[in-house]
């Protein structure tokens, strides 16, 4: 799965400090001067999972794989991005070709640092940058009334439920509310995703403070937090330049480090498994001697969907899953221990695969 989450935010916010945290590169220019990133960059980040190591030595695998996710690093929006201003439409283009968004807020005083507005506000920049997809979201969705409605009174079924779609999205956006906060019944929600909504998207607030607030955070971010918590998004608090020093050392100096902040791991870690939830994703594990792996599925996914990301002739031929709960996995010491316990059980294709199960299919083609 390439899903990807866009790192958005107003110039000089630490978006690209981060990203280069995140890929442990310095493949995006942080300088302090809007649009310094034009091209969006791209990161292909392992999801941090602790299960696996403890996994891989019970099964003694070779090699551990862990879930991947795609951060797009997204030059800096500006007020009136939504009518072309900085570089607005290109930003735009590349926020609609991700699946969620994380929104960098500044959450730091730095005088050797310059504010696009002039002044430090993190809730302000959340709100010019929620304006302004709204704003494109609400151009875009207009444009397509009057057609829609001309091949709906034609009887063109698809065109009058995509309407009706529009029509609660307008209302939402009209009432200064993004189109996430619209309530989609369930068989909608692929014709809702089909309308690629800069607001639709599944949210994150990343708080990037400075380092003294690195553990705590500050009256900032609990503002940010607070804000998260009545738009239904999640919040995390980050220090994108203690990461990006992080990024730099190797497993013991960062474990002293982070020792010496009182942090018991990097804060990018917390960022990536919030993105991993935000995009709906869970993970199941294969473990041999080999490797131990982790697959990405949607959460709900079924047995057969499950196995299909292996390989389709894996969905196309299920017969069952060999299931053990990883708890269960761990406590009695690997797939023979649990088999004794009676802990291996026998998945049909109607189960609903687990975050954490380690699972062995059985198929024929």
Not at 72 to 80: C, N, T
Not at 238 to 260: G, H, K, P
């Amino acid at each position: 799965m390439a899903l990807k989450v866009a790192i958005v935010g107003l110039p000089n916010v630490g978006k690209s400090t981060l990203f280069n945290a995140l890929t442990q590169t310095a493949a995006a220019q942080a300088a302090n001067y809007p649009f310094c990133t034009i091209e969006p960059n791209v990161g292909d980040v392992a999801v941090p999972e602790p299960r696996l190591e403890a996994l891989a030595k019970i099964a003694g695998s070779k090699e551990i794989i862990p879930a991947r996710i795609n951060f797009v690093d997204v030059a800096g929006l500006v007020r009136g991005a939504s009518k072309g201003e900085g570089l607005g439409n290109q930003f735009l283009a590349n926020i609609r070709d991700c699946d969620a968004v994380a929104f960098v807020a500044r959450c730091f005083e730095n005088d050797d640092i310059t504010h696009v507005e002039g002044r430090i506000d993190p809730i302000a920049d959340l709100e010019i940058i929620e304006t302004e997809l709204m704003l494109a979201d609400l151009e875009s969705l207009e444009k397509r009334v009057a057609n829609l409605d001309k091949r709906a009174k034609t009887g063109d079924k698809d065109s009058a439920n995509t309407l009706r779609l529009v029509k609660l999205a307008l209302e939402e956006l009209n009432a200064g509310r993004p189109a996430r906060t619209a309530k989609i019944a369930e068989e909608d929600e692929k014709a809702w995703r089909m309308l690629q909504l800069l607001t639709s998207k599944p949210t994150l607030y990343v708080c990037n403070v400075d380092e003294g607030d690195a553990g705590t955070g500050n009256a900032m971010s609990v503002a940010v937090a607070e804000r998260a918590k009545r738009d239904d998004a999640e919040s995390v608090v980050i220090s994108a330049q203690i990461e990006s020093e992080i990024a730099m050392l190797d497993a013991a100096e960062r474990a002293e480090f982070l020792e010496t902040l009182g942090l018991e791991e990097p804060g990018l870690n917390r960022m990536i498994r919030e993105a991993f939830k935000l995009l709906g994703l869970q993970s199941y594990f294969t473990c041999g001697p080999k490797e131990t792996r982790a697959w990405t599925i949607p959460v709900g996914a079924t047995a057969p969907q499950s196995a299909g990301v292996i390989h389709t002739d894996f969905e196309k031929g299920f017969i069952r899953a060999e299931t053990i709960a990883f708890d269960d996995y761990i406590k009695f010491n690997g797939e023979a221990g649990a088999r004794d316990a009676g802990k291996l059980r026998q998945e049909g294709k109607e189960y609903v695969v687990q975050d954490g199960d380690v699972m062995n299919f059985r198929f024929n083609v």
